[in-house]
Each structure stands twice: as structure tokens, then as C-alpha cells.
């Protein structure tokens, strides 16, 4: 039984997993970073944006001076991020870009007011916000967004898929713990962007009741009997306003967390501002990644001939782009050709001058034979006149031995010998021995051939 239960275990741990896989992967996720410099306020700014975002978010994504957009689009296909929230920063208003990869739309806004979180969190004498609100994602409210313009649908559109869809049948209430307000006034043409969270508390009972319904109880040392409490209630301040009414009081479906939130129980929805806090204002839409045509813009309009116009100067430019780089193709292409053609013929002549240097090495030179031979004759002839004569032969007698025997020398010089002291050169022993003669002086003899 252990063993089936442990591969009962694994099994069931392999399913949970490929199916977290797939929930995390089909739903959307986003970036947030800024481009160029913002300030240190747009910058905690961005991080509250982060914050209203995750889970499905890059909570610590580095953003680096060198980045262009194009290095944030290369990675979001891998890691299956679907939109773009980018801030920036000019000397007259702060912008944000709100992009859909990978083809786009891309929506410019200009923001207009906004408050950090710890300026909502400061103004507030109560506030709820803990780090378990934030392991699931907010739930979108959209408000005065089916007024008729394309603009409008396009914006609703697109903040709609910014965050998961809900199935409103299958649904957990207890994950629903935040809340994304976004309201659009049709006359200003501005959305107001709000995140709260969420509370759930039981109606139709006492005060002195909910207390005892929570986890602190009242101090009931002043009252006789418990019933004083529910007739009168403890502490409690009578100028606290009562925030329940029709507009938040519902019938749950399901059991939510909390003491006395029960299935087919009225309780009442409170909401709670955690910030951040935006006022922004649709400036224009473009296609593409911030490169394409001019969909819509709220201060300017073009007549139709101007916008054939445009289309007819964009189209030749996309024109000329791709003619220049269909050059640059042909270009590399022959760079490389000439490369190779210039390699093979580089190995080529390395070859054939081996080739030669072989050959060279390997016949031998005829004339430095016959050299040899004339040099041997003459040794020869040298060493007969030595053995018949019984002297040296005269240096003119034979020049071809003489040839030889300089060329003998300039091979090398000749190592001299050390002499040992008290012993005189050979010079000098000739110069004090006598010369031997004949007896009748030095002779002279002639070979008559």
C-alpha cells in the first residue's frame, strides 16, 4: 500500500503541475519599466503599477540606459509577456504607452494626476493591505466604457486583456481579493484608475454581536450580563458611520472567508483604496510598435487627401527600406564570395610552392658532380707526383687541387689548437732547426713527359 500511495503522489503532483503550466501560460503578462529618465516619484510609481499587476507581472525586471524597445520585445515572446506598460517623462507631462505584443496596438496616454501608495495609505484611518491580496490577480471593473466611438471600444478592449478572464461559474470567491476600478467621462475624456481591496463582512446583526464575532473580544467588566451587550453594545463609538446599505449588501454563493460570511447569507462588500491613484487622458493610437500609422489622435485631424498622402510617403519609404536592405544582402553576399575565392587560392599557390621546394630537394645539381669528379682526377695526379717524386708539388703544377683546398678552408675556419707552455710553435722550431741540403746543395729535379 505504500508503495502504490507514494506513485499515487507523484502522479497526481505530475497532473497539478502540467496543469499549472497551462493556466499560467494562458493568461496575459505584462512589463512595466520606463524609458528614459522619470524622477524618483514616476519611478516609485512604476513600482505601484508592478504591485497592482502581479502575480503575472516581472516584479524586478532591470531596465539598463543601452536597452532599446526592440530588447524588450526579442525576450517577451519566450516568456510569454502579451503588453507593455511604459512610462516616461518630458518637461511639460508624463506619458504611458500601453502596448499589445506582438504586432500591437500601441496606446499613448498622457497622465495627467497621480498619487503613490503611501500617499493613499498616509490620508486613510484604516486601511487593509496585506501580502496575500496579492498572490492573485485583481478583479477588472470597467465603468462608462460602451459609449459609441472606436477609440473607446479600443481602449476597453485592451484593458480587458490585460488581466485574466473570470469564470464567473467555477470561480473561487476567497482568490477575488483586489479590485481594479477604471472609470471613463465621456465629456472630459478622462479615466480614473482606482485599486482597492476587498472585505467581506455579515449584516443584520448588533454591533455588540459583530464584536463578539471577531477575533478581539469587547471588555465586559462593566455589564451584568451578556444580554447588556447585545442591547447596548461596548466601545463602540456612536458617531462611527454605518457603511452598509443596498448598493453593497449581496447574497453570497459560496462560503467566503471570515466569521458569519455563510452560503445564502446577506453580506456586505466593503472597499477599501490601496493606491496608487491615476487620472490619465488618450492622446493617440498607432499601429505596430509605436512605427506604424496614426489610427486616431485626440487634438488633430487630417482630411483624406492628407492621409493618402501619408500612406503614399509611407509606403515608399518601407519601399526604399527594403530596396537597402536587399543591397546589403547582396553586399555581405559578395564579400564573402570574394573571401572564399581568395582562400582557395591562398591554399592553392601554399601547394604548389611546397610541391616545388620538394622537388627541388630531391634532383640533384649535374654540374656539382662533374666538380667532384674534376676535384677526385686531381687529388689523384697530386698524390702520384708525391709518391714518385718524394716532395710537394708546386702550386702551379695542379689548380684544380688548389680550388679544392680553398674551398675547404672558407667552409670553416680551422680550430687552433692550445699550446702548451715551454713549447715553441711550429714556426719557431723551423726557424732554429737547420735546413738539410744535398751534398751538392739544393737539387732541382725536372719531369719530362
Same mark, same amino acid.
Given at each position: 500500500?505504500?508503495?502504490?500511495?507514494? +506513485?499515487?503522489?507523484? +502522479?497526481?503532483?505530475?497532473?497539478?503541475?502540467?496543469?499549472? !503550466?497551462?493556466?499560467?501560460?494562458?493568461?496575459?503578462?505584462?512589463?512595466?519599466?520606463?524609458?528614459?529618465?522619470?524622477?524618483?516619484?514616476?519611478?516609485?510609481?512604476?513600482? *505601484?503599477?508592478?504591485?497592482? =499587476?502581479?502575480?503575472?507581472?516581472?516584479?524586478? #525586471?532591470?531596465?539598463?540606459? %543601452?536597452?532599446? #524597445?526592440?530588447?524588450?520585445?526579442? $525576450?517577451?515572446?519566450?516568456?510569454?509577456?502579451?503588453?507593455?506598460?511604459?512610462?516616461?517623462?518630458?518637461?511639460?507631462?508624463?506619458?504611458?504607452?500601453?502596448?499589445?505584443?506582438?504586432?500591437?496596438?500601441?496606446?499613448?496616454?498622457?497622465? /495627467?494626476?497621480?498619487?503613490?501608495? %503611501?500617499?493613499?495609505?498616509?490620508?486613510?484611518?484604516?486601511?487593509?493591505?496585506?501580502?496575500?491580496?496579492?498572490?492573485?490577480?485583481?478583479?477588472?471593473?470597467?465603468?462608462?466604457?460602451?459609449?459609441?466611438? =472606436?477609440?473607446?471600444?479600443?481602449?476597453?478592449?485592451?484593458?480587458?486583456?490585460?488581466?485574466?478572464?473570470?469564470?464567473?461559474?467555477?470561480?473561487?470567491?476567497?482568490? $477575488? +481579493?483586489?479590485?481594479? /476600478? /477604471?472609470?471613463?467621462?465621456?465629456?472630459?475624456? &478622462? $479615466?480614473?484608475?482606482?485599486?482597492?481591496? /476587498?472585505?467581506?463582512?455579515?449584516?443584520?446583526?448588533?454591533?455588540?454581536?459583530?464584536?463578539?464575532?471577531?477575533?478581539?473580544?469587547?471588555?465586559?467588566?462593566?455589564?451584568?450580563?451578556?444580554?447588556?451587550?447585545?442591547?447596548?453594545?461596548?466601545?463602540?463609538?456612536?458617531?462611527?458611520?454605518?457603511?452598509?446599505? @443596498?448598493?453593497?449588501?449581496?447574497? #453570497?454563493?459560496?462560503?467566503?472567508?471570515?466569521?458569519?460570511?455563510?452560503?445564502?447569507?446577506?453580506?456586505?462588500?466593503?472597499?477599501?483604496?490601496?493606491?496608487?491613484?491615476?487620472? #490619465?487622458?488618450?492622446?493617440?493610437?498607432?499601429?505596430?510598435?509605436?512605427?506604424?500609422?496614426?489610427?486616431?489622435?485626440?487634438?488633430?485631424? %487630417?482630411?483624406? !487627401? @492628407?492621409?493618402?498622402?501619408?500612406?503614399?510617403?509611407?509606403?515608399?519609404?518601407?519601399?526604399?527600406?527594403?530596396?537597402?536592405?536587399?543591397?546589403?544582402?547582396?553586399?555581405?553576399?559578395?564579400?564573402?564570395?570574394?573571401? &572564399?575565392?581568395?582562400?582557395?587560392?591562398?591554399? &592553392?599557390?601554399?601547394?604548389?610552392?611546397?610541391?616545388?621546394? !620538394?622537388? *627541388?630537394?630531391?634532383?640533384?645539381?649535374?654540374?656539382?658532380?662533374?666538380?667532384?669528379?674534376?676535384?677526385? &682526377?686531381? *687529388?689523384?695526379?697530386?698524390?702520384?707526383?708525391?709518391?714518385?717524386?718524394?716532395?710537394?708539388?708546386?702550386?702551379?703544377?695542379?689548380?684544380?687541387?688548389?680550388?679544392?683546398?680553398?674551398?675547404?678552408?672558407?667552409?670553416?675556419?680551422?680550430?687552433?689548437?692550445?699550446?702548451?707552455?715551454?713549447?715553441?710553435?711550429?714556426?719557431?722550431?723551423?726557424?732554429?732547426?737547420? +735546413?738539410?741540403?744535398?751534398?751538392?746543395?739544393?737539387?732541382?729535379?725536372?719531369?719530362?713527359?
Amino acid at each position: 500500500m505504500g508503495k502504490s500511495k507514494t +506513485k499515487n503522489q507523484k +502522479k497526481s503532483r505530475a497532473v497539478a503541475n502540467h496543469v499549472a !503550466e497551462e493556466t499560467y501560460g494562458a493568461v496575459p503578462h505584462s512589463f512595466v519599466f520606463n524609458r528614459g529618465q522619470v524622477g524618483k516619484n514616476v519611478g516609485q510609481l512604476i513600482l *505601484d503599477v508592478r504591485r497592482v =499587476m502581479e502575480p503575472f507581472t516581472a516584479e524586478s #525586471l532591470k531596465v539598463r540606459k %543601452k536597452n532599446v #524597445l526592440k530588447d524588450f520585445v526579442a $525576450i517577451a515572446g519566450p516568456l510569454g509577456v502579451t503588453h507593455f506598460m511604459i512610462f516616461s517623462k518630458t518637461p511639460s507631462s508624463i506619458n504611458m504607452r500601453l502596448a499589445r505584443l506582438p504586432k500591437g496596438p500601441m496606446l499613448h496616454f498622457r497622465v /495627467l494626476k497621480y498619487s503613490l501608495v %503611501k500617499d493613499v495609505v498616509s490620508s486613510l484611518k484604516k486601511h487593509r493591505m496585506h501580502e496575500q491580496q496579492f498572490t492573485h490577480h485583481p478583479l477588472l471593473i470597467l465603468n462608462n466604457f460602451g459609449v459609441d466611438g =472606436m477609440h473607446v471600444k479600443l481602449m476597453a478592449t485592451m484593458f480587458q486583456n490585460m488581466f485574466p478572464s473570470i469564470n464567473v461559474h467555477s470561480i473561487s470567491l476567497n482568490n $477575488i +481579493k483586489r479590485c481594479v /476600478l /477604471l472609470n471613463y467621462n465621456p465629456e472630459t475624456q &478622462e $479615466i480614473e484608475f482606482r485599486h482597492y481591496s /476587498l472585505k467581506v463582512v455579515p449584516v443584520g446583526m448588533s454591533r455588540g454581536v459583530k464584536k463578539l464575532m471577531q477575533e478581539r473580544f469587547p471588555n465586559m467588566s462593566k455589564f451584568e450580563d451578556i444580554s447588556e451587550l447585545l442591547m447596548k453594545g461596548a466601545n463602540l463609538s456612536e458617531s462611527e458611520p454605518e457603511q452598509d446599505g @443596498e448598493h453593497n449588501i449581496t447574497e #453570497l454563493p459560496q462560503v467566503y472567508s471570515g466569521r458569519g460570511n455563510m452560503t445564502s447569507q446577506q453580506s456586505a462588500v466593503r472597499l477599501t483604496e490601496i493606491g496608487p491613484r491615476m487620472t #490619465l487622458q488618450l492622446a493617440k493610437i498607432q499601429e505596430g510598435m509605436g512605427d506604424g500609422n496614426i489610427l486616431y489622435h485626440s487634438t488633430l485631424s %487630417k482630411t483624406e !487627401e @492628407e492621409i493618402q498622402e501619408i500612406l503614399k510617403r509611407k509606403e515608399a519609404q518601407i519601399k526604399e527600406k527594403e530596396a537597402r536592405r536587399m543591397k546589403q544582402a547582396q553586399n555581405v553576399a559578395q564579400k564573402k564570395e570574394k573571401q &572564399e575565392d581568395h582562400k582557395k587560392k591562398s591554399l &592553392e599557390g601554399i601547394k604548389r610552392k611546397r610541391a616545388e621546394d !620538394e622537388a *627541388d630537394s630531391e634532383v640533384e645539381d649535374p654540374g656539382m658532380q662533374d666538380d667532384q669528379a674534376a676535384a677526385v &682526377e686531381s *687529388d689523384d695526379e697530386v698524390e702520384y707526383y708525391r709518391q714518385a717524386v718524394g716532395q710537394e708539388p708546386d702550386e702551379d703544377m695542379f689548380p684544380s687541387a688548389k680550388k679544392r683546398r680553398f674551398s675547404e678552408k672558407s667552409h670553416g675556419p680551422a680550430k687552433k689548437r692550445k699550446q702548451s707552455p715551454g713549447k715553441p710553435s711550429g714556426k719557431d722550431r723551423d726557424s732554429k732547426s737547420p +735546413k738539410r741540403k744535398g751534398p751538392g746543395g739544393p737539387f732541382r729535379v725536372e719531369l719530362w713527359v
